[in-house]
Structure formats: C-alpha cells, structure tokens
C-alpha cells in the first residue's frame, strides 16, 4: 500500500498486495492503512484521498479469511473489539479534511466493499470484471466493519438489505443505478476521473452534507419498515428454509440499525456479529471457501508439465450431457463438434447445447451477442475424421460398455497424436474402457453432473494407464469451463456415485420397514440435502438407478440387500419424473411430485416386519452407510485427500454446505459417537458394522481431516 500525491492537495492510496494475486484486507494491510490516515489527519490543506488499486481487475478481495479461522475460538469481546477496531480505523475516512473516492476497478467485496462505504463517493470502471459485493452471509456472518450501517444510508435500506442478506455481487451498472457508484467510466481513466469528482464535490460541499445525514438515523416511516421486514423476511426463510442464520440476523441488524444514529448502529452491528462468529455454521461455510480455494489451486497431479493445448472438442453423443458439455465448452471459447449416431437428435442436441451456451441470467433469456458468438463456435457433423480432428474427445453416448467400445475402436486411429480421448461414464470403470485402446495413457473419465451448466463438480478418473500429463490436461480443462475438478482413482460408482448409492439404498431398506416416503425425505431435506432421497430417485430415474445397483450389487455384495421393489416399478413403466409416474405422480399442470395411492399398492408386497423410527434415527440410517463408505473410499485410496470428498459431496449432490461436507461433518460428530452409532445399528444389518478406519481414529481420538 502506497501513498501518493500526485497533485499539492490530492492524496492516492495505492492497494498492491506485492506477494498476492488479490488484495486481501489483513492485519498488517489496515495497519499500514493506519499508518497512512495518521499522515494524512495531520495535513489541513488536503482536498481529497483516493483510494485506488495497481492491480487489474482486483479493488479488494475481502478480509483475511486465515485470520478469521484463526480466531473462530475467541471469545465474544475479542470479537466485538475485532469489529469494533476496524469501523473506527475506516470512520477516519468520513473524518478526513477532504473528499475520499473509492476508484473501483474489478472485484470490490467484504471488508473491501465495506471500505468503498466508508469512503464519500465511489466510481466504478466499466470493466466486466467489476463487481460489488457482501458475500459474508456466505460464510455465516454479515458484514462487520460498518458495512450494515453504512450501505443502508448510502443506498437505501431495502437496496441494502437486499445485497447484504443475499449476498449477490452488482456490477458497475446498477452500482450506479443504486446511487452505491456515482459514475462509471473506462478502467484507464478511473484515477482522473476520482480527481475531477474530488474537485467538484469541494465545489458543490455535498459531501458534507451527506457526512452529516449518514451520522443519524436512517429516515424511513414505521409503514415502510413493518412492509420491508415482512417481506425480507418470507424471502430469506425461502431461500435458507432455516439452515443458515446470517441472513436473519443481517436483517434484524440493519432494519435495528436503521433507527438509531451511525455510531450506535456500529456498537449493534458488532455485538450481533460475535453471535456469528465462530458458530459451527460459521466454521463449516468457511471449510467450503478453503475447500474451493484449495481446489483453485490444485494442479491434480504432483509435477510440472507441459500441458497439451485444447481449443476445440468434439462431443460425442448428442443427448442430455452432451448438449450440457458442449454449450460448457462453447461457453469457454472452445470450439466444438458435436455429433450423435441419430441424426435427429444430433439437431436437437445442437439446438440445446446453442440455446445453453447463450442464456443469460441476467436477462433471464437468450442474449443475443452469445448466441450469435455461439453459432460460429459450433459444429454438428456425422463425419468421423471431422470429429475426431479436435484437441479433446468427450464420448456421452449412452450408458453401454460395448457401444462406447466401438465408437473408440472407430475414432481413435483418426485422432492426432497428443489428442486426449475421455468418457463422461458415471459407472463404468475407466480401466475396463480402455482395455481395446492402443494408447490408454491418453484415455481418461471427465465425469461431468447433471445439469451441466449448474452442477459445479467434474470427477477427474484416473484409469491404471492413465499418464499424469492427461490427468493434468483434464484438470486444467475442467477449471477452465468454471468446474471445481477432482481427480479420483478408478472404481465402481467412482466417488459421488459411490457414496450416494448407500444412501439411496438405505431409503429404500427403510421404505421396505415401514417408513414413509414423507418422512424418509423429510429426515434428509432437514438435514440439509436439497431434496429427499426417494425424490432423487425420480428425478434421476428408475431404470438408470436400477442399472446403477446392479454395479453396486456385483462390486459390494455384502453391503447390498437386494429387494424387488425398484425392478416393479420399472415393469409398471413407473421410471420416474420422465414418465409422469415413479415413487410420485407428476401427472399435474404442474408437473409436481404428489403422493400416488396406486403406488402403495406396488409397495404393500414388498413390506417387510416394521421398525420403529424417529427423524433422528432415520437421519443416522441414510448418512451412517454414506459416511462409512467414504471411509473405505479413504482406505482404497481413491481419493488423494478427504477434503475431495467434501468438495465432491457438497459439489456433485448438494450435501449441505453448512455442515462443512460429509468428513467434516463427521469429525464434529466425533469418530468415538459415529462409532457408537454403528454399534447401535448393528443388528440391521452387516452394512452398518464400523470399519477399520472408524475404529481406528475411535480409539485414537482423531480426525478424518488429520488423515496424510
Ligand atoms: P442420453 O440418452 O440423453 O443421450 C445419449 C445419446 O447418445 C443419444 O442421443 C443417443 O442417440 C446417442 N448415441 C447412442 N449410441 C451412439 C453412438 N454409437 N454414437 C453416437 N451417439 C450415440 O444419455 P445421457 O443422459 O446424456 O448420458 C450420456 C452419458 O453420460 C452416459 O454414459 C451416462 O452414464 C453419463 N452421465 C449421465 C448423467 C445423467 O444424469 N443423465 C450424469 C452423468 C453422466
């Protein structure tokens, strides 16, 4: 951080992280910052401060988060100081003699948007990057260095209330739109234009009014008020159904805060911001962000390589992946051949893949810049050397060994030689594919999930001959289409699959006891999973589960009850949401799940003697055999570290992120409990008996993230 004059009266703050990519706010930055304002404070002819920063693309990126996970244990007064030191260093700003202007260009949020608060004014560059924001409801707090207090006075309480409690970043645009950014303008000029601002706000003195108005209480009617809490509030319990408190306590904070003047407002912001800090919902949402920070930087593979490049794609396999994968890579300005044995649904495929590649979601619709780009990105051919020709090939054909044979056995010889050739299998093991290859060091598993253009995770499979080059190739890949990649070892179900099989199999051996879908789902759904397991089962559909167990059954036979319940459904065509009828009726306008009588009577035959059971109960029943599957998947090595799996499972099924992820969640519980949990279950049957590694850390008190 630098200070500099460039005019007599005009001081410049310079952000520049010298070890660091982004400029992150820690103790020794806002020390420096200290230190600066103590210079600056003594200096009477100063007409403004403007704090700007040398890197592209890049105001600041947030607090410290190490910091933060260093200090989850403190007690609340430490936090209360904590938040307490920094509004008053960022106070100073509206204390200064002159005009402070926040120069944003790039990522502004956390602690870094709650500076740009602070400061009288902020303009923004036009840059795309740009982007203003307070994730902290995403980490289980809210803002704490004045941020609550200041945005509400600045934009609005509702404006406010909105960004703080959703946690949605804004872009230049509608930070002017909000009155958060007085002007935009183009990245170059971003420093001229602060100092023609300073100049015109000491001519017109309105920074000093707004000074003053933004010291009192905010002015808003009890009517205006009483509406917003009602409807923040119904919004907030929709979107968090209860599991993350951040948000609600956002909301009480600023709509309290709105009453009272700039000073109090900050004394409430952070004594509600100890009750936070430190949660296990805290500690678990900050194990996400380490979780996908250390994914950034994981290359998969140890060793430097030259990486081979891949510009184009070709698609392998037009259906539901494969328009999903091609419109990815599309996206990424791959450019893609996409083709399919059908040449109807090679249209359609294509059709779909152009349709994805060009929604925006900010328009809600098709952007029509995108789609025209996207057309000229796009192929759909029949012709094998035209699709083989590309630098990747991702086969997506259907779920049959011997189909994805032949079309290897066709391609393969036309492929280039550093060409990479993978399968988007989620079953099949990648070894046994490779089997007819000549070259299987250039064959790999890209495990994409469904839907492609929202599902985060793609498993990396390493077959046995797999080379390290194209694991790394395939990783790089990966990141660039947005994905959070992790290589895995070769093995049925890899290791979403895996663990989701135990599960969905234990919903059913208690569907088979007598308990009821509602409450089986609701069992799952309340402890966090995006919907319940028996749903799943629908959306996922029945013939590809049934398909599925049958891997399962053949390669865990001892942890497998075979049952004939999901073999009826498919004889009664009940394959799921696809066919209107599965578990549930979909046969409705609006095509929701309802409970379907003519199901029960499928099911009657297949009940066995009841157990009794309780939501807790049920709950240790569908994640006990998913978490000691992972231990074994731990065993086996087919992961390279535990925390994949968290990221796997919170990434590929939605494994609630406010409980860190499955082998985070398990070490709160505790080895010594998970154990005795087992025990309890025993007698339901083998699958339920503890593994050596659970024993293992049981008795030696450890922790499945201390594993090497
Ligand atoms: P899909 O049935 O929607 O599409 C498969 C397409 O492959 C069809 O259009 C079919 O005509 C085409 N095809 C069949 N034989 C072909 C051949 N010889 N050459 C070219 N095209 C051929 O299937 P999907 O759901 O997109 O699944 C494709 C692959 O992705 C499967 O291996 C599946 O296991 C895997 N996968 C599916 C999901 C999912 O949820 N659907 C998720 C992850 C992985």
Known sequence: MQLSFPEDDIAVITLDHPEKSANILSRSVLEELEGHLNTLESRDNLAGLILISAKPNMFIAGADLREFAASLDAPDDEIVAMCRRGQSLFARLTHLSGVTVAAIDGICVGGGAELACWCDRRIVSTNEKTAIGFPEVKLGLFPGWGGTVRLPRIIGLANAVEMITGG?????????????????????????AAINLVRLEQ??????????????????????????????????????????????????????????????????????????????????????????????????????????????????????MGAGIAAGNIRRDISVVITDVNRDAMI??????????????????????????????LTASQNDPEIAASDLIIEA??????????????????????????????????TTLAESLAK????????????????????????????????AAAVAYAKRLGKHPIVVNDGPGFLVNRLLFPYLHEAIELLLEGASIKDIDRAAT????????????DLVGIDTAVFAGKVMAAAFPDRVTENDLL?????????????????????????????????????????????????????WRLFLPMLLEATRVIDEGIVRDVRDIDLGMIFGTGFPPFRGGLMFWADQVGAKELLARCNEFAAVGDRFIATPLLEKLAASDGKFYDLK
């Open 168 to 192: 949605e970043n804004i872009d230049a645009k509608e930070a002017c739109k909000t009155g958060l950014a007085s002007t935009a303008t183009a990245a170059d000029d971003l420093l001229a």
């Open 203 to 320: 001519q017109s003195g309105d920074y000093l009014i707004d000074r003053d108005s933004w010291r009192k209480a905010i002015d808003i009617s009890e009517t205006e008020m009483g509406f917003l809490a009602i409807t923040a509030d119904a919004v907030i319990k929709q979107q968090t159904k209860g599991h993350y408190p951040a948000p609600e306590k956002a909301l009480e904070v600023m709509l309290q805060g709105a009453f009272v003047d700039e000073e109090a407002a900050c004394v409430l912001e952070a004594e509600n911001m100890a009750k936070l800090f430190g949660s296990p919902i805290n500690a678990a949402l900050l194990n996400v962000f380490f979780l996908t920070d250390r994914n950034k930087k994981d290359p998969g593979v140890e060793g430097e390589f030259e990486l081979p490049k891949i510009a184009s794609a070709s698609i392998i396999g037009a259906g539901i």
């Open 348 to 377: 359609k495929g294509a059709e779909s893949a152009l349709d994805q590649a060009a929604y925006s979601r900010a328009l809600k619709g098709p952007d029509v810049e995108l789609a025209v780009a996207a057309g000229a990105m």
């Open 397 to 430: 054909v259907v779920e049959n060994a011997d189909i994805k044979r032949q079309v290897f056995e066709r391609l393969e010889p036309l492929m280039n030689d550093d060409a990479i050739l993978a399968s988007n299998t989620s079953t099949i093991p990648i």
């Open 440 to 471: 299987p060091e250039r064959f790999i598993g890209i495990h994409f999930f469904n839907p492609v253009p929202r599902m985060k995770l793609v498993e990396v499979i390493r077959g046995e001959k797999t080379s390290d080059v194209v694991t």
């Open 526 to 537: 309340s402890f966090g999973m995006p919907m319940g397991p028996i749903t799943l089962y």
């Open 567 to 619: 073999p009826s459904l498919v004889h009664a065509d009940r394959l799921g949401k696809k066919k209107g009828l599965g578990f549930f009726s979909y046969l409705n306008r609006k095509k929701k799940a309802q409970p379907d009588p003519d199901f029960d009577a499928i099911l009657k035959p297949h009940l066995r003697e009841p157990r009794e059971h309780t939501r807790e109960s049920l709950q």
